[in-house]
């Protein structure tokens, strides 16, 4: 795990990686202090880039915010992280109160789709930003919580919570998360491809698939629609079901199948028109299953 | 640590050799931060401008050149101190230092926003073995106090002892913000050898930045062993 725990805290491991590391992390205290060494020594790398002063106006932004942005008080025992920061104040520029300088996402207008930059930089990557409720690091602070009964890990339990989670993200994923606990349960991190962002997971529950949608944006309901696929080792994709993923929505799909059949790979497709089609026209994500 | 933004008429700590001038300067006042992190707790928002005057510049540098875009940099200082404003409990004074804990965060959020962002952006890709790479300050002539520029000679120093392979993949996964998997594509690298690079890479920074890194660090040499 030593290895993994410094990928951890060099923040350089997949989305599925994390969260093995957050559930080692509850109750190895070596490794606690092995992140936290490394974190100490990397923040030595960080403090001696070129130094750039910040524009004035900096400063002046985050006060007057802080200004409009009130206090969380200091609680005693949270197993949770609260909330995601950026879903008021900072990414989405939708502080109530109104921020004194707009974010990035406000004073430009992205493009919905990244292009590739990259070994693993699909398009995928985008909508995390605008997406409360989509996020990872949610799924694994929820899961670090469920593993381990609410253990805080401490500073490393506490970055991961900054990293975009909230409470009710959280528990709104327990259901699913519980289920991707148990030993044995067959499941799935899809992401648009390798080195992808984790964009959903797909767990087996009480015998029926659900579809953890962090990362899809939504879909027309009117005549668009995801698909979920299975994949034997032929590589011939068997369509599940489908399932909708609403403006807002937060927590897991349920994809009514008749289909009880166990498969190697998920995908997932966002299809024209309400029905599967013989075989997927736009795979949004993949993933192998685990246990 | 190399040009900490101390307040502009705030007297240096420490010798200008020696051991000491080696420690990063944000350590000079671990108990000063703490006084501004309880104020900050107590809601007062003057606190949080003195903290910003201390960390903000090393946060925006490190975003900067992280995020590669000064606007995307200014997001992510941004969100890193209401983030903290809004609920200072998340840092936690018995754990670790307030600057190193700040500069993570700051180090994570630049990372996941060049991640998600959609335009293209210059990722750092460090073609070179001569260590200009890692952009440490060019010297006490550049824009630096004296102990900031001593602490990046020495983190420079450190960086060009590494070998090559170690040196490149801390810096795509530290500065270019890829993931290891990413890495070992973009390096032809397997992901194993990846791994056990960076983990190799990052024990001897500490060996060799002790000095700078300081006591706290001592457990690493041991996990890393």
């Known amino acids: 795990m030593n290895e993994q725990t410094v990928g951890w805290a060099l923040h350089a491991l997949e989305p599925d990686e994390e969260i093995e590391v957050l559930q080692h992390l509850e109750g190895c205290d070596e490794c606690r202090r092995l992140a936290a060494d490394v974190a100490e020594t990397t923040t030595v790398l960080g403090g001696a880039v070129q130094q750039v002063e910040p524009p004035a106006s900096l400063r002046d932004a985050i006060l007057e915010q802080a200004r409009n942005t009130p206090q969380v008080g200091r609680a005693g025992d949270r197993a949770l992280p609260r909330h995601a920061l950026r879903d008021d104040v900072a990414s989405s520029g939708a502080s109530p109160e109104g921020g004194a300088r707009p974010s990035r996402s406000e004073r430009l207008t992205v493009a919905a789709t990244r292009p590739p930059a990259g070994p693993g930089r699909g398009s995928a990557r985008n909508g995390w930003l605008r997406r409360p409720g989509r996020v990872l690091v949610a799924a694994a602070v929820a899961l670090a919580v469920i593993v381990s009964g609410g253990v805080v890990v401490g500073q490393m339990r506490s970055m991961q919570a900054e990293r975009d989670a909230s409470l009710a993200q959280a528990q709104e994923m327990r259901d699913v998360l519980s289920a991707i606990a148990q030993p044995g349960t067959p499941h799935a991190f899809l992401s648009p491809g390798p080195g992808g962002p984790m964009v959903a997971a797909v767990v087996m529950k009480d015998g029926q698939r659900e579809v953890m949608p962090m990362g899809l944006d939504p879909n027309e309901p009117a005549d668009q629609t995801y698909v979920l696929w299975g994949l034997n080792e032929d590589g011939t994709p068997r369509a599940i079901g489908t399932f909708d993923v609403r403006a807002g929505q937060s927590g897991p799909v349920s994809v009514e199948s008749p289909d009880s059949g166990s498969y190697g790979t998920y995908a997932v497709s966002l299809e024209r028109g309400r029905e599967a089609p013989p075989a997927p026209t736009k795979v949004v994500a993949t993933g192998q299953v685990e246990t | ?225």
């Open chain 2, 1 to 225: 640590m190399a040009g900490i933004a101390d307040p502009p008429d705030r007297p240096e700590h420490g010798r200008a050799a020696g051991p000491a001038a080696r420690r990063d300067p944000s350590r000079r006042d671990d108990a000063g931060d703490a006084r501004l992190v309880q104020r900050i707790v107590s809601g007062d928002s003057t606190a949080l401008g003195e903290l910003y005057d201390r960390f903000g510049r090393q946060a925006y540098s490190l975003a900067r050149r992280i995020c590669a875009d000064e606007g995307l940099a200014e997001d992510v200082v941004q969100e890193v101190f209401l983030a903290f404003w809004r609920d200072p409990s998340r840092f936690d004074p018995a754990k670790g230092r307030f600057g190193t804990w700040l500069l993570t965060l700051v180090h994570h959020k630049s990372v996941d926003a060049v991640r998600r962002e959609s335009a293209i952006r210059r990722r750092t890709v460090p073609a070179s073995e001569d260590g200009s790479e890692w952009n440490a300050p060019p010297g006490p002539g550049a824009d630096e106090g004296a102990i900031g520029a001593l602490v990046a000679g020495h983190v420079r120093d450190a960086l060009d002892q590494l070998p090559a392979d170690q040196r490149k993949v801390l810096a795509l996964a530290y500065y270019g913000g890829y993931t290891q998997r990413e890495v070992a594509a973009m390096t032809g690298v397997p992901l194993g050898t990846v791994k056990s690079r960076m983990f190799t890479g990052v024990a001897k920074l500490r060996n060799l930045l002790g000095p700078v890194v300081g006591d706290a660090g001592a457990d690493l040499a041991g996990g890393l062993s």
